[in-house]
């Protein structure tokens, strides 16, 4: 398709009344204009929990807990548009493997069960029977279970992942790869190892008590817009808000509540960010070695600085991390964080000052190769002052899917902990496998080697969320057996192994009727509060069965007479909680407990300052400065969301926050690298990546736009470029790939 569109200047504001008109757009095109109901029952008490992020919800609820982005994600779920048994007919996957995600997503929900005929090359239906056998005798051929691997996405709800784990570990495998793996796996392994617990330590109450919050690395007003609510609300209150961007986020500059009548008819608008830094795309290290060494220098100086007594107490490490910042140089700072000497002391000075400092962040520092130890420099800063584990302060990753920190709290992981399985052996005996499974990358790499012949997708698109697109659809094609539980169609199911199953499945805003009526399901979000959710609407078609259905029905078939009595379980998703409390800390009394209209607080060992380490304290950890290194010419470009998706679905191709309208394939650029490079704003060009492997990977036809970010960086939407990141380049340790450092050249198309 043809994205003509325009380019205009990015707004100095988000929010206010083009959110409200964009909101409106969107599901007045997909039938649902008239249908406010369902909105209104987003985040309550008594609704479904919005599929847009992982935002907690205050505990005093208005009428209005959803953003314009959680009505995009609602509307793109509940559209009357049906991709169903006529349009596979009609179009082959042949055609279809044409089309770009956005026209992908336009096809609306699909709506029974469809397998690939390889004869005729278009998806037919099959009965959920058929399909579970199918699955079954696949399954249980295999020469090891190992060869099987299950993904899943982050919506799924806890029930479901749940019972997706008992299933696969039944089945013998710990292959667990999930999108956490591309994107706050980073965050869980630094934390874990600093902190003794891999998830944030703050709640939403902690925002109205910070005296300062430092964002790194995120854009809220696409991501998490209903977090401005928080940030406008503390800027107002004086609260400092000191940004580290290297793209100037309209929203993050400024921010109109679109739900506050005056506010919006008037274009008023809050002043979000006290202070704004660019460092270069991959400096961040070096920006919070910088202030470190800044709170160092001025405590030998004139002391009062440091909270000598949370250091004593609480930590281990402090020596090491003061010696190597007194060591570091100041040049190497500057030039490795792309920030000044001033700059890092202004920052400094507002953390010296603040009384309570939370530090949140996001993709820009989870998708990098020195990620964990960024994460723990930026532990090593919260600590100097003690702001973990007093109210008004602490860590605060925000995550990305709404339920992506409660699979991984059900047991979706590939290297569970001993004591997850043994709790899980005792409760349905059986032998858990303790050999680790495959993680994303890993899971690509045994696909591609042959080790790996089966691969299941609970919900996401990973043929397309995934790194060097052109080596994992390669893995994929060499598969025996695909499977797909999904809502809506997506590049992933065009990419066929030697045979394909799509198994469509309810979405969080329908009605989920088993035998003993209507269910609810439970979801964690990004602050460890978990809250039931129940859809009202009427399922988009009747033969769509529920996520824990189609485990239950896939488990049966696999497992023959071994495993619990999956029907049963799934007849009330009660049976399923009840296990959940006898395997998962913090879940006793699960049933009770949700009661609660806005659910439980699992707790954090963190934020009671009960130190689950190896020594037992909170941990300073030492880490060298990134080599960052680029080849002559190269720039380092980091791939993000557009404001019209989520993830791989594109709802529409709009970026409004940027000045873009109508189009995805655009490269942002500083306006001196295209000058010396003689290029100009509207010119096409392509994109071009090498890894170690030799092999250059080309994104094509890319026109460039000239933006407000640092010399030698360059931004562009995921995931158009996703070809460009070689599958060996991810972050130490945590194996997320490398999304947000990419070298690439330039070349005119
Ligand atoms: N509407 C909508 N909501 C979403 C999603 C969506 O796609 N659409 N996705 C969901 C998911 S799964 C996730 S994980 C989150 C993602 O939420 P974000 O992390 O906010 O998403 P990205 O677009 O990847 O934005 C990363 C930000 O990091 C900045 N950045 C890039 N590199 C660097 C760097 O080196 N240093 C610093 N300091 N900043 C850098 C970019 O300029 C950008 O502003 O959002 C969730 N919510
Ligand atoms: N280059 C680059 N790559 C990235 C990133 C990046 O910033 N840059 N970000 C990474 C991140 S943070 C993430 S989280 C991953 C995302 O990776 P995924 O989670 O795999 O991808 P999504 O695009 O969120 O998945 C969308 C699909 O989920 C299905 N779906 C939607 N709702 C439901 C539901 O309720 N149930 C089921 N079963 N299916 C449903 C629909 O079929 C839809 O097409 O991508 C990663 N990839
Ligand atoms: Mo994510």
């Not at 309550?44 to 209005?64: T, V």
């Not at 010296?352 to 820009?364: D, F």
């Not at 002052?385 to 590939?414: F, L, W």
């Not at 037992?616 to 010419?633: D, G, I, M, T, Y």
């Amino acid at each position: 398709m043809t994205q003509d569109g325009s380019v205009s200047s990015p707004p100095t504001a988000a929010g206010g009344l083009g959110a409200l008109i964009s909101s409106f757009q969107h599901a007045r095109a997909h039938g649902l204009a008239k249908d406010w109901q369902t909105f209104l029952k987003a985040n309550q008490a008594d609704g479904f929990d919005c599929p847009g992020c992982a935002w907690p919800e205050p505990k005093k609820r208005s009428s209005f807990e959803f953003c314009e982005n959680g009505v995009k994600a609602i509307t793109h779920e509940a559209t009357q548009r049906r991709a169903d048994a006529a349009f596979f007919a009609k179009h082959s996957v042949e055609d279809l493997r044409k089309r770009d995600h956005y026209w992908l997503e336009q096809q609306g929900r699909l709506t029974e069960p469809m397998a690939y005929n390889n004869r005729t090359h278009h998806y037919e239906p099959i009965s959920w029977d058929d399909a579970f056998a199918k699955i079954g005798k696949i399954l249980r051929t295999l020469d090891t279970p190992d060869e099987a691997i299950f993904y899943t996405s982050g919506r799924t709800s806890n029930e479901a992942a749940f019972l997706y784990q008992l299933f696969g570990r039944m089945l013998g495998t710990n292959n667990f790869p999930d999108c956490s793996n591309m994107c706050h796996e980073s965050s869980g392994v630094a934390l874990g190892e600093s902190i003794g617990i891999g998830k944030g330590t703050v709640t939403l109450e902690d925002f109205e008590k910070a005296d300062a919050i430092f964002v790194f690395g995120q854009n809220p007003g696409t991501n998490h817009p209903r977090m401005l609510t928080e940030l406008q609300k503390a800027a107002k209150r004086g609260c400092n808000i000191v940004t580290f961007n290297p793209l100037k986020e309209a929203a993050l500059l400024r921010f109109t509540h679109p739900q506050h009548a005056i506010a919006t008819a008037t274009g008023m608008s809050t002043c979000i960010s006290s202070h704004y830094f660019q460092p270069v795309v991959g400096g961040d290290l070096a920006a919070i070695k910088g202030i470190m060494k800044h709170l160092i220098e001025w405590e030998e100086e004139r002391g009062g600085i440091l909270d000598k007594d949370f250091i004593d107490k609480e930590t281990s490490g402090w020596l090491s991390v003061r010696d190597d910042l007194r060591l570091s140089k100041w040049d190497d700072l500057v030039a490795n964080s792309g920030l000044s000497k001033e700059q890092m002391a202004e920052a400094a000075q507002i953390y010296a000052t603040s009384e309570r400092v939370i530090a949140c962040w996001a993709m820009g520092l989870t998708q990098q190769k020195q990620a964990v130890g960024t994460l723990q420099t930026l532990v090593n800063l919260l600590l100097m002052r003690g702001n973990i584990g007093k109210p008004g302060a602490g860590a605060c990753p925000v995550r990305g899917h709404s339920n992506v920190q409660g699979d991984r709290t059900m047991g979706i992981i590939e290297k569970p902990k001993p004591a997850f399985l043994k709790a899980l052996g005792k409760t349905f005996g059986f032998e858990p496998p303790t050999r680790e499974g495959y993680n994303t990358v890993e899971a690509i790499k045994a696909m591609h080697a042959g080790r790996a012949i089966v691969f299941m997708s609970m919900g996401g698109n990973f043929a397309a969320a995934t790194p060097d697109t052109a080596y994992t659809e390669a893995a994929l094609e060499k598969l025996e057996l695909t499977i797909h539980v999904s809502t809506k169609l997506n590049r992933g199911h065009l990419v066929i192994g030697n045979e394909s199953l799509i198994l469509p499945c309810l979405g969080r805003t329908e009605q989920d009727a088993q035998a003993s009526g209507l269910q609810q399901v439970t979801v964690e979000d990004s602050m460890s509060m978990v809250h039931a959710s129940r859809g009202h609407r009427e399922p988009a078609s009747p033969q769509l069965r529920s996520e824990p259905a189609i485990i239950a029905g896939i488990a049966a078939a696999a497992l023959k007479e071994k495993g619990p009595d999956w029907q049963a379980l799934v007849a009330n998703y009660d049976l399923i909680r009840d296990k959940i409390a006898e395997v998962v800390p913090g879940f006793d009394h699960f049933n009770d407990r949700l009661k609660e209209p806005t659910g439980f607080y699992l707790g954090n060992s963190a934020r009671d300052r009960t130190w689950k380490t190896s020594t037992h304290k909170a941990r300073f950890s030492v880490h060298p400065l990134p080599e960052n290194s680029l080849q002559p010419n190269q720039l380092r470009l980091m791939t993000v969301r557009s404001h019209d998706q989520f993830n791989t679905t594109i709802y529409g191709l709009d970026d409004r926050y940027r000045g873009i309208k109508g189009k995805r394939f655009v490269v942002f650029l500083n306006e001196k690298d295209m000058a010396e490079r003689s290029l100009k704003a509207g010119e096409k060009v392509n994109l071009i990546s090498g890894g170690n492997d030799d092999k250059k990977r080309v994104a094509k036809g890319f026109e460039i736009v000239a933006y407000d970010l640092p010399r030698g960086c360059a931004a562009a939407y995921f995931p158009e470029t996703n070809v460009l990141v070689p599958i060996d380049s991810y972050a130490a340790r945590s194996y997320t790939p490398t999304s947000k450092f990419i070298p690439i050249w330039l070349e005119r198309a």
